[in-house]
């Protein structure tokens, strides 16, 4: 006897189907998204909402509340752990305070430096000026043969530096002949009958 042989073991084309599982939950999730996608937005920006207004607020309370438990269980049990945490804090007030007093006297160091660099530029400044025009007063910038700029000091020295036949709280000017109008009465009666 010959043994027979199957002719159909392998199909002609392999098609590998995807396990039935996967396509009903993606299936699920779709059909879910389609009809109630709106629904998932809309509790979504709600739990953000609510998040932002008042359960943050709550979970920091919460959480700090629950850090202090546990440190207070901790040093209930090893007084050593809150002695070490004191010393600790003082040990880094003491350093930041060391560095700050460092930094300030740095500054105040470089301040000094940069008012004395001023003062001997102003002695400096000084000095040339003396030499090139001595007599001079610093920030007169009058010549002796400008006889407009002679009058004009003089106006000056006067306290007054318009025109002497001008003063403005004369009311002169064009504006003098107005007046405003009268306010008439709301209803147009005034007791006129």
């Known amino acids: 006897m010959e043994p027979q ?33 709106w629904h998932f937005i809309l509790l979504g920006a709600v739990a953000l909402f609510a998040w932002h207004t ?11 509340e629950k850090e202090e438990r546990e440190y207070d269980a901790r040093y209930h049990k090893n007084p050593d752990i809150g002695k070490s945490r004191q010393e600790a804090i003082e040990a880094a007030r003491k350093k930041q305070q060391e560095e700050l007093t460092r930094a300030s006297s740095l500054q ?18 000084r000095q040339r000026l003396n030499a090139e025009q001595p007599g001079r007063r610093l920030g007169n910038s ?16 006067k306290g007054r530096a318009f025109k002497e036949d001008y003063n403005p709280l004369d009311g002169g000017g064009s504006s003098r002949g107005y007046r405003p ?13």
């Not at 008042?54 to 700090?64: A, D, F, N, P, S």
């Not at 160091?109 to 001023?118: G, H, T, V, Y």
């Not at 009058?142 to 000091?153: F, G, T």
């Not at 109008?181 to 009958?193: E, F, N």
């Open 181 to 193: 109008p009268t306010k008439g009465c709301p209803g147009g009666g005034c007791g006129r009958k």
């Open 142 to 157: 009058l010549d002796s043969d400008n006889a407009e700029a002679l009058a004009n000091a003089k106006i000056m020295k």
């Open 108 to 125: 105040v160091e470089i301040d000094k430096e940069i008012e004395e660099q001023k003062r001997v530029e102003k002695a400096a400044e």
């Open 54 to 64: 008042w359960l943050k607020h709550k979970y920091e309370t919460w959480r700090i």
């Open 5 to 37: 042989v199957e002719s159909n073991v392998h199909p002609e084309t392999l098609n590998q189907k995807e396990p039935e599982i996967v396509g009903n939950i993606a299936f699920g999730v779709t059909s879910l998204l389609v009809n109630y996608g």
